[in-house]
C-alpha cells in the first residue's frame, strides 16, 4: 500500500460544484501539505498544516479550504470549483524535524468545466 | 519571504554525457535544500538534500548536487547521464534552517537525455 494515498485520482466536475479531494497517510508525520502543479508553473503551495490544530494558507489559498480531520487525513476542497482550478493537485507529508524528505501522492487529475 | 529559481525550462543533453540542472535559492539564514523528480504520471520522488556539513551531497540513481553558499545555488549534476534520467526535475528549499516553514519548489526543469 501507498505511504500517501489520495482518492480520487481523476475528477470532472461542472463550474460551481463543490468539491473534496481526499488524503491519508500512513508515515506517521505531523506535517501535510497541498500543491496544485501546473505546465510552466511548477508546484505552488495552497495549504500546509504541521499538527492537528495547525491550518496555514500558501501563496494560493484563495477558492481552496482545507480540513485536518486527524493526523493522517489532510482534505482540500473547492466550495465552487472555477475552470482555472484545473490541475493536477498533490498531497505531500512530512516529518516534524523540517530536514527529512517529503513523501508525495500520486496527485489527483481535476478537470473543471 | 523564501524562494527557489530555476531558471532553465528544458535541459537537453546526449546520453553518456555530464548534466547540470540548475538551482538558485533566496532565504533568510541557512537552508534546507532538497531535489526531486518527477516521472509522467507519477508523483515526485526524493532525489537528495542537503541540510549541513560536506557541499557535495550524494543521491539516488547516480545523481548529486553541490550546495555553494556565496551562489546561493544548489546544482543537481550526474558525470554521465541515462536516456532513463529523462524526467522532469524540482528543487526545493525550506528556509531559515528552521522546522517551522514550508517546503517551497521552483517551476521545475524538464530533462531530456537522447541516445
Known amino acids: 500500500d501507498a505511504d500517501v494515498t489520495q482518492t480520487p485520482r481523476n475528477r470532472i466536475t461542472k463550474t460551481g460544484k463543490r468539491i473534496m479531494l481526499e488524503c491519508s497517510q500512513t508515515k506517521g508525520h505531523d506535517r501535510m501539505y497541498w500543491y496544485r502543479q501546473d505546465p510552466g508553473l511548477g508546484l505552488r503551495l495552497i495549504y500546509y498544516s504541521f499538527d492537528v490544530k495547525d491550518i496555514n494558507k500558501g501563496e494560493i489559498s484563495d477558492g481552496y479550504s482545507v480540513s485536518r480531520q486527524a493526523q493522517a487525513k489532510f482534505s482540500l476542497s473547492l466550495e465552487s470549483a472555477i475552470p482555472n482550478q484545473t490541475a493536477l493537485y498533490f498531497c505531500a507529508t512530512e516529518s516534524g524535524t523540517g530536514s527529512t524528505e517529503a513523501f508525495f501522492g500520486q496527485g489527483t487529475r481535476l478537470t473543471v468545466v | 519571504a523564501q524562494s527557489v529559481a530555476q531558471p532553465e525550462d528544458q535541459v537537453n543533453v546526449a546520453e553518456g554525457n555530464p548534466l547540470t540542472v540548475k538551482c538558485t535559492y533566496s532565504v533568510s539564514g541557512n537552508p534546507y535544500l532538497f531535489w526531486y523528480v518527477q516521472y509522467p504520471n507519477r508523483g515526485l520522488q526524493f532525489l537528495l538534500k542537503?541540510?549541513?556539513?560536506?557541499?557535495l551531497v550524494k543521491g539516488s540513481y547516480g545523481f548529486e548536487a553541490e550546495f555553494n553558499k556565496s551562489q546561493t545555488s544548489f546544482h543537481l549534476k550526474k558525470p554521465s547521464a541515462l536516456v532513463s534520467d529523462s524526467a522532469l526535475y524540482f528543487c526545493?528549499?525550506?528556509?531559515?534552517?528552521?522546522?517551522?516553514?514550508?517546503?517551497?519548489f521552483g517551476k521545475g526543469t524538464t530533462l531530456s537525455v537522447s541516445s
Open positions: 526545493a528549499v525550506r528556509g531559515n534552517g528552521q522546522a517551522g516553514t514550508a517546503l517551497i
Open positions: 542537503y541540510i549541513t556539513g560536506d557541499n
